[in-house]
């Protein structure tokens, strides 16, 4: 017994090993591929009961089963592996005359090295006589497009009104590559809505406020017009939900800070948004007034009269709005805080400064901008700021701009000199807050020096072809993305222009902004509304310094 044993061990080793992935090697960079299909792809009178697919390599099989679509649905379906082939089998008899897509999304990824499928993959095959033949085909434009379903609904026996795919599953699916295009195929003739969706749960339904999505017109596929070609979609989350307070907090027995779940229209926002009450004595807290904190208009801090030692108050927020136009509801305009014991003892201070440093670069027709931890006594006086010119200390004059309560601008009268050394001084003995704080004795000095715009690049050029409104063209520096991305509007006749652009290489998009939010609207799902059109400039542009790019031709196509 003991060399049987021995005897057979080597050929079980053998036998194990053989279903282990090769060691060592190279690293594997190539993404799998379907190297074989049956039935024949685009076969006609199918009759039977399942599809085999099999890849070039190992490949996660729940990497597979999850990227795997057909259309129209098949609810029923069971997966068959052996090795690195799959079978679907399909466990309901499948409609008669019908052109079926099985489609493998590029989530599938190799089991060596995690590599995902470059290309969604589609095998067609009809139950009828005859295969349909309509073509979509399009591109997502997103930092991240592969993934993203392309979902696609057949509208001619329903109403378009009453589709909303937060409910229904499309009739037809696939899936952007990592380039962001996509192709629908074998498609009936119709008219199709499209839907571009990041489906995060992988339900085949759109969920609001999780799954960012996009929109554009619905397309028509005829016996004798089957492509449609240059379908393009943007993406975004829809907001769906009104704002509400997060937190109110006493910071002093005169400041409460507020704080949103999420931005608030500038504009909706006012003094008479915030009543406080004494919920002891039911009586009013006087509410003094208001700033924000920043410019993303989520963080408040209100001034109120003097607080009363740990008595509870409640806060009420009334008729804001957010960003989308939501108001503020009911059941989330309030909130609890209690009064403060410390007083009010602490001067303002600077929480932000467009001059963060001697090297920040500041050009000739800058406003120099200051945000303060508190709100100011007003008027503030031109002595509050001195500026010099630094190699003579020769005074420069100034105008001083209030922002809001807690932030100003300064403003040189005459031009500043490029490659000039600036000198800014804040005296802090007139810089107070309502309850007369402020540091004595002290300055704060502000080196700077002028940059040359000249230094910096330039894009002119005209946007053609489009009819209607001015649309809003957009650069963005892909070579260093920590650029802000900047805009323009186009003059009557398409002109465009934008100076001081850091060097690097700029992608230009045109957008017909109809709602004047100077934001490329990605449309809604339901009810419906189309996303605002695009155009993407074929090519890059390169900015150089001291070089200015003119003539750049932008078609609308």
Same mark, same amino acid.
């Given at each position: 017994?003991k060399y049987?044993?021995?005897?057979?061990?080597?050929?079980l080793l053998?036998?194990?090993?053989?279903?282990?992935?090769?060691?060592?090697?190279?690293?594997?960079?190539?993404?799998?591929?379907?190297?074989s299909?049956?039935p024949?792809?685009?076969?006609?009178?199918?009759?039977?009961?399942?599809?085999?697919?099999?890849?070039?390599?190992?490949?996660?099989?729940?990497s597979?089963? $999850?990227?795997?679509?057909i259309?129209?649905?098949?609810?029923?379906?069971?997966?068959?592996?052996?090795?690195?082939?799959l079978?679907?089998?399909?466990?309901?008899?499948?409609?008669?005359?019908?052109?079926?897509?099985v489609s493998v999304g590029?989530?599938?990824?190799?089991?060596?090295? $995690?590599?995902?499928?470059?290309?969604?993959?589609?095998?067609s095959?009809?139950?009828g006589?005859?295969i349909?033949?309509?073509?979509?085909?399009g591109?997502v434009?997103?930092?991240?497009?592969?993934?993203?379903?392309i979902y696609?609904?057949?509208l001619?026996?329903?109403?378009p009104?009453?589709?909303?795919p937060?409910i229904?599953?499309?009739?037809?699916?696939?899936?952007?590559?990592?380039?962001?295009?996509?192709e629908?195929?074998n498609?009936?003739?119709?008219?199709y809505?499209?839907?571009?969706?990041?489906?995060?749960?992988?339900?085949?339904?759109?969920?609001?406020?999780?799954?960012?999505a996009?929109?554009t017109?619905?397309?028509?596929?005829?016996?004798i017009?089957?492509?449609?070609?240059?379908?393009?979609?943007?993406?975004?989350?829809?907001?769906?939900?009104p704002?509400?307070?997060?937190?109110?907090?006493s910071?002093?027995?005169?400041?409460?800070?507020v704080?949103?779940?999420?931005p608030?229209?500038s504009?909706?926002?006012?003094?008479?948004?915030?009543?406080?009450?004494d919920t002891?004595?039911?009586?009013?807290?006087?509410?003094?007034?208001y700033f924000p904190?920043?410019?993303?208009?989520?963080?408040?801090?209100v001034?109120?009269?003097k607080?009363?030692?740990?008595?509870l108050?409640?806060l009420?927020?009334?008729?804001?709005?957010?960003?989308? $136009?939501?108001?503020?509801?009911?059941?989330?305009?309030?909130?609890?805080?209690?009064?403060?014991t410390?007083?009010?003892t602490?001067?303002?201070?600077i929480?932000?400064s467009?001059?963060?440093?001697?090297?920040?670069?500041i050009?000739p027709h800058?406003?120099?901008?200051?945000e303060?931890s508190?709100?100011?006594?007003?008027?503030i006086r031109?002595?509050?700021?001195s500026?010099?010119?630094?190699k003579d200390?020769?005074?420069?004059?100034?105008?001083?701009?209030v922002l809001?309560?807690?932030a100003f601008?300064?403003?040189?009268?005459t031009?500043?000199?490029?490659?000039?050394?600036?000198?800014?001084?804040l005296h802090?003995?007139?810089?107070?807050?309502?309850?007369?704080?402020?540091?004595?004795?002290?300055?704060?000095?502000?080196s700077?020096?002028?940059s040359?715009?000249?230094n910096?690049?330039s894009?002119?050029?005209a946007?053609?072809?489009?009819i209607g409104?001015?649309?809003?063209?957009?650069?963005?520096n892909?070579?260093?993305k920590?650029?802000?991305?900047?805009?323009?509007?186009?003059?009557?006749i398409g002109?465009?222009s934008?100076?001081?652009?850091?060097?690097?290489?700029?992608?230009?998009k045109?957008?017909?902004d109809?709602?004047?939010?100077l934001?490329?609207?990605?449309?809604k799902?339901?009810?419906?509304?189309r996303?605002?059109?695009?155009?993407?400039?074929?090519?890059?542009?390169r900015?150089?310094?001291?070089?200015?790019?003119? $003539?750049?031709l932008f078609?609308?196509r």
């Amino acid at each position: 017994m003991k060399y049987f044993i021995i005897f057979v061990l080597p050929f079980l080793l053998i036998a194990c090993a053989g279903q282990r992935l090769p060691e060592g090697g190279p690293a594997d960079s190539e993404p799998p591929v379907i190297i074989s299909v049956s039935p024949k792809p685009n076969s006609i009178n199918f009759s039977g009961g399942s599809v085999s697919i099999e890849f070039s390599e190992y490949v996660d099989r729940r990497s597979v089963e $999850g990227a795997i679509f057909i259309s129209p649905s098949i609810e029923n379906v069971e997966y068959d592996w052996s090795g690195t082939e799959l079978t679907i089998l399909f466990n309901q008899e499948l409609r008669k005359n019908t052109t079926y897509v099985v489609s493998v999304g590029t989530d599938v990824v190799d089991v060596r090295a $995690g590599n995902r499928m470059a290309k969604a993959f589609s095998i067609s095959f009809s139950t009828g006589d005859k295969i349909d033949n309509g073509l979509i085909t399009g591109k997502v434009y997103d930092e991240k497009p592969d993934g993203v379903l392309i979902y696609s609904y057949r509208l001619n026996d329903i109403n378009p009104d009453t589709l909303n795919p937060a409910i229904s599953k499309p009739d037809y699916l696939t899936q952007a590559g990592a380039t962001g295009n996509f192709e629908l195929i074998n498609l009936a003739a119709g008219k199709y809505r499209l839907f571009a969706v990041r489906d995060e749960y992988r339900n085949l339904i759109y969920d609001p406020e999780t799954d960012a999505a996009g929109t554009t017109d619905d397309v028509v596929i005829t016996t004798i017009d089957t492509l449609k070609s240059g379908i393009k979609f943007i993406i975004a989350k829809e907001d769906t939900t009104p704002p509400r307070i997060l937190s109110a907090q006493s910071t002093d027995n005169r400041h409460v800070f507020v704080q949103f779940s999420e931005p608030l229209d500038s504009s909706s926002v006012s003094i008479k948004s915030f009543q406080i009450l004494d919920t002891a004595g039911q009586k009013s807290l006087s509410v003094l007034n208001y700033f924000p904190k920043g410019y993303q208009f989520n963080t408040f801090t209100v001034l109120t009269e003097k607080q009363k030692a740990d008595s509870l108050y409640l806060l009420k927020v009334d008729g804001v709005k957010d960003k989308a $136009g939501f108001v503020i509801t009911p059941i989330a305009q309030t909130k609890q805080f209690t009064g403060s014991t410390v007083n009010d003892t602490i001067p303002p201070s600077i929480v932000f400064s467009t001059i963060k440093d001697s090297t920040s670069p500041i050009f000739p027709h800058n406003e120099l901008v200051f945000e303060f931890s508190d709100m100011l006594q007003l008027p503030i006086r031109d002595s509050t700021v001195s500026l010099l010119r630094k190699k003579d200390s020769s005074q420069v004059p100034i105008q001083l701009k209030v922002l809001n309560p807690a932030a100003f601008s300064v403003k040189s009268k005459t031009k500043f000199l490029v490659n000039e050394r600036y000198l800014l001084r804040l005296h802090w003995n007139q810089l107070k807050d309502p309850f007369s704080n402020f540091r004595k004795d002290s300055v704060s000095s502000f080196s700077f020096t002028i940059s040359d715009p000249e230094n910096l690049g330039s894009i002119e050029g005209a946007f053609t072809g489009f009819i209607g409104r001015f649309p809003i063209i957009e650069a963005q520096n892909v070579t260093d993305k920590k650029q802000p991305v900047v805009r323009t509007k186009t003059s009557e006749i398409g002109k465009f222009s934008f100076t001081q652009l850091p060097e690097g290489r700029y992608t230009l998009k045109a957008f017909d902004d109809v709602n004047k939010n100077l934001i490329n609207d990605a449309g809604k799902v339901f009810p419906f509304v189309r996303a605002e059109q695009f155009f993407n400039y074929a090519d890059t542009i390169r900015v150089r310094p001291r070089w200015p790019v003119d $003539g750049v031709l932008f078609e609308a196509r």
